[in-house]
């Protein structure tokens, strides 16, 4: 059965650190473009970043340049987001989504496959 799921999300303050993971069941993830996309409560979910199977090409929202690192691991078939100087605003669950085309796509719409999600908080 082909599933993905994500772990890592947990309550944290404002310049603290996580690491999100998304294995994937089912598939091999190398073959496939990930990205990283989040919901706040009552908000539209919004891309975070996204990493291509044809060309490794990497992007990150502007909020998050800087802060997190999207990365693979093949032999764990599973995709990472490192997130580090948390703010409020990163609130949100995270999801990640695959794709079986070769570039990058950032439209939800565009996704094959999803994780069930897993809630970030950042509060003092």
């Known amino acids: 059965q082909v599933q993905l799921v994500e772990s890592g999300g947990d309550l944290v303050q404002p310049g603290g650190s996580l690491r999100l993971s998304c294995s994937g069941s089912?598939?091999?993830?190398?073959?496939?473009?990930i990205a990283w996309f989040r919901q706040a409560p009552g908000k539209e979910r919004v891309g975070v970043s996204c990493?291509?199977?044809?060309?490794?090409?990497?992007l990150y929202a502007d909020s998050v340049k800087g802060r997190f690192t999207i990365s693979r691991d093949t032999h764990k078939n599973t995709v990472y987001l490192q997130m580090n100087s948390l703010k409020p605003e990163d609130t949100a669950v995270y999801s990640c989504?695959?794709?079986?085309?070769?570039?990058?796509?950032?439209?939800?719409?565009?996704?094959?496959?999803w994780g069930q999600g897993t809630q970030v908080t950042v509060s003092s």
């Open positions: 989504a695959a794709e079986g085309f070769p570039n990058c796509a950032t439209a939800a719409s565009e996704y094959d496959y």
């Open positions: 089912g598939f091999t993830l190398d073959d496939y473009s």
């Open positions: 990493m291509s199977s044809g060309d490794g090409y990497i």
